[in-house]
């Protein structure tokens, strides 16, 4: 008769309560980091760079700091072909799509529905290709979520230009993109630090490519401006913020982790009044509530067998 496991080799409840609470904070902490993008681009843009310029900033030194994550870590037995799908997913590519967008559509557009795109879809593809059914707590933040996206940005997508819808559609495209990004890294059974790695690792070809076509752009004339985006844009959202939201969706699930990007426009309207002075309607700080209410409750209700259940990825990221 087999041994039965020793008890140390069991998760114990409240151990993995305590590690489920902090990938929460580390989830909740990237949309920190990531929300502060609106507030830095706006600044960016204001102050002689484009939009070009940005993706370019954030491309270049997020791929090089992720590359030095990638030399120390390795691929791990991930092959070069689903590397560079992940890099298509969430890397330049991912990058141009939002910035192509921003052409058509406000960034209040933005802000609203590339999160909504992710919250609409990883749960969907999750059920599709992971064969995993969202939980009761993710299908009722999920209406929670929705009913908060609506309030604080649903008067704006009402407004923008005849061609607003161009930059919608691609809006939710990119919002698909990083709820698929998700899904495949869970699906490959990638750690998040190394999916991370691989997508900015991949995404340096483009720099070249961007500097032998668009060229330096308006970067040599402000130099000062250029590097506090490098910092903000390539170091801080798009190295640490993609490491943490990766790792968060590897131990969490893509339908779980969807309930992180809808956080992002709560945020990013927290952060316009802050530090850029715009005006919050009753109706956006409710909604505000709404999205972390949401999040809360599709993060935490848990049935009891899930909370049971070991989550293997949970190791492997």
């Excluded at 890397?91 to 406000?106: E, I, K, M, V």
């Excluded at 530090?275 to 409710?286: I, R, W, Y």
């Amino acid at each position: 008769m087999p041994a039965a496991s020793p008890a140390c080799c069991q998760p114990m409840p409240d151990q993995q309560t305590r590690a489920d609470r902090r990938t929460i904070a580390a989830g909740v902490l990237a949309m920190v980091l990531f929300s502060g993008n609106f507030a830095s681009s706006r600044h960016g843009l204001a102050h002689g760079l484009s939009v070009a310029d940005l993706v370019l900033l954030r491309s270049g030194t997020a791929g090089l700091l992720l590359a030095a994550v990638l030399w120390r870590i390795g691929l791990g037995g991930l092959s070069l072909r689903r590397g560079a799908v992940l890099a298509l997913l969430a890397g330049a590519p991912y990058f141009l799509l939002t910035a192509a967008a921003l052409q058509f559509a406000p960034a209040t557009h933005a802000a609203v529905l590339n999160p909504g795109g992710t919250m609409l879809f990883a749960p969907l593809l999750g059920w599709w290709v992971l064969r995993q059914a969202p939980e009761i707590g993710v299908k009722v933040g999920l209406l929670i979520l929705g009913a908060g996206l609506l309030l604080i940005g649903g008067a704006s997508l009402m407004q923008g230009g005849s061609r607003a819808w161009i930059g919608d559609l691609l809006l939710l495209a990119s919002g698909f993109t990083w709820a698929l990004y998700g899904v495949l890294m869970r699906r490959w059974e990638v750690p998040g630090a190394r999916a991370a790695a691989v997508a900015g690792a991949l995404s340096l070809p483009w720099v070249p490519v961007h500097l032998l076509v668009f060229g330096a752009g308006g970067i040599p004339a402000h130099p000062a401006e250029a590097a506090v985006q490098a910092l903000y844009q390539g170091v801080i959202a798009g190295g640490i913020a993609v490491i943490l939201y990766s790792r968060a969706v590897a131990l969490l699930g893509p339908a779980r982790g969807a309930l992180l990007p809808p956080l992002v426009p709560a945020l990013g309207v927290f952060w316009a009044w802050l530090l850029l002075g715009e005006a919050v309607t009753p109706a956006q700080v409710a909604g505000m509530v709404l999205v972390v209410a949401g999040m809360l409750c599709g993060a935490l209700w848990r049935g009891p067998a899930v909370r049971r259940r070991t989550d293997t990825a949970r190791e492997a990221a």
